[in-house]
């Protein structure tokens, strides 16, 4: 489908009926976006992983008033929401329904099947926006075509699977020259249930929808004009990046972008699929293409900052001259099924970053005093809290000569408590106290880029 576009739309770009009537424009505006890909309106996902977590009667009644309100909101301002109110207060019950049986007993099969209903209400509202704009639009539910194993919270695809179902569901509609609207972040596993791809996997869905479609890219429409130096409301300063590789917008992700969610370019990276970056909200400020190999490459591309890291230092005499201490202490961290970002290595210990929630939808806490003991058992396990990961993005850091000179100089007054560097030619990351974040990056910033 050589000039098929699939368009994603985050949470603030459909947060109300302003934002929608927005990006329905969008839509219409380009014949080649055939599949649009929606999250749940801003806030809604929140609310609903609270009433996931199980919570008392009353609390209870605050957060479904909460979400009724957001819809709410919205179909007040269509012209005729008769239909697409009785689907919503439909889903409403439901909601309802699992909200109180997840007060009785939480789980996260429940977690994904109660969360997934805010991008359901999303899309059916947008397919109504669209309709009132005299555009014609079919509703799909994304669970027919995107399977999945069973990890719920964090379901990783089945691409054989999802790529069969889009060959009989989606692709006879495209076939007809129809424009798709379905939900971002879902899928389904093979005893039907209910699966989410974990906090901000509406990119990835839209990634693997295009890879499927074999589309020309991706765009991911957003509540900024691109993807730039570092965080504008760190830095004004900041300057848009035009063009970058896959490879510096996968480490940018990783490393707290929230612009792309890091798995979003597994897809792209296979098929070789563009992902564009604009605003919704000005699409005429144009946007940031990421591909495949851009030029130029510079040594710097941008700072990457993200917030709530814990450090976990583990310490063992026993690791001296010793084998299997690490390979021990990894299975344990794979058993609770914790991901290790950074980490350096000592004679006596080893140094881990991880994040302070689990990459599951719940966002439940990593660590867990199963872990911890279990650790213990092993080693002398040490906490450190309160503080954030900065990394440097580039090409070919290995490469240049003065760069540590340069990067350690410009933030030498701040404490630095751990640098990873050597791993990999795209990133040199520092750990910091997190009352200093925003300072080193403001510095780096300044050094580097102005």
Not at 42 to 49: D, F, I, P, S
Not at 265 to 282: D, E, F, M, T
Not at 353 to 375: C, H, P, Q, R, V
Not at 417 to 426: E, F, H, L, P, V
Request: charged content about 20%; some cysteine.
């Amino acid at each position: 489908m050589a000039n098929l576009s699939v368009a994603k739309f985050g949470g603030t770009s459909v947060a109300n009926y302003a934002a929608m009537t927005a990006c329905a424009k969008i839509v219409i505006a380009d014949p080649n976006t055939r599949v649009v890909v929606l999250s749940a309106s801003a806030g809604v996902t929140n609310l609903l992983v609270a009433l996931a977590n199980g919570c008392e009667a009353t609390q209870r009644a605050k957060l479904l008033a909460e979400v009724r309100q957001i819809q709410e909101n919205i179909l007040n301002e269509l012209k005729d929401a008769g239909t697409v109110r009785l689907e919503i207060e439909e889903l409403l019950t439901n909601i309802e329904y699992l909200a109180e049986a997840a007060s009785l007993a939480t789980s996260s099969a429940l977690t994904d099947e109660l969360i997934s209903h805010g991008e359901m209400m999303s899309t059916k509202i947008f397919v109504q926006v669209l309709r009132e704009l005299n555009a014609q639009a079919t509703w799909v539910d994304v669970r027919t075509v995107v399977a999945t194993n069973s990890n719920f919270g964090k379901a990783a695809p089945d691409d054989e699977q999802t790529q069969k179902n889009s060959d009989n569901v989606l692709k006879p509609l495209i076939d007809r020259g129809e424009l798709v609207i379905t939900q971002g972040f879902i899928g389904r596993d093979p005893n039907g249930k209910t699966t989410t791809l974990g906090r901000g996997g509406s990119d990835y869905s839209a990634a693997l929808i295009a890879e499927v479609l074999n589309a020309k890219d991706v765009l991911i429409w957003t509540d900024v004009a691109g993807i730039y130096s570092t965080d504008p409301r760190i830095v004004p300063n900041a300057q848009r990046i035009d063009t970058m590789s896959f490879a510096e917008a996968a480490e940018m992700a990783t490393f707290g972008a929230k612009v792309l969610h890091p798995a979003t370019l597994l897809p792209a990276v296979r098929s070789n699929i563009p992902v564009y970056v604009g605003s919704s909200k000005a699409p005429e400020q144009g946007g940031t293409w990421v591909t495949r190999d851009p030029q130029p490459r510079p040594t710097f591309r941008a700072i990457a900052l993200r917030r709530d890291q814990t450090l976990l230092t583990l310490s063992s005499l026993n690791m001296l001259h010793a084998q299997g201490f690490l390979a021990n202490v990894f299975n344990i961290l794979a058993k609770h099924k914790i991901s290790v970002d950074t980490i350096t290595t000592s004679e006596v210990s080893v140094a881990l970053t991880l994040d302070k929630t689990g990459s599951a939808s719940s966002g439940a806490e990593l660590l867990s005093s199963d872990l911890l003991n279990e650790l213990s058992e092993v080693c002398t396990v040490k906490v450190d809290t309160g503080l954030a990961l900065v990394a440097l993005i580039g090409n070919d850091l290995h490469l240049s000569a003065g760069i540590a000179k340069r990067i350690f100089g410009t933030i030498e007054e701040y404490n630095i408590r751990m640098i990873s560097y050597g791993a990999s030619t795209n990133n040199i990351c520092t750990l910091v106290h997190s009352a200093h974040a925003d300072d080193v990056v403001r510095a780096l910033h300044k050094e580097l880029f102005e």
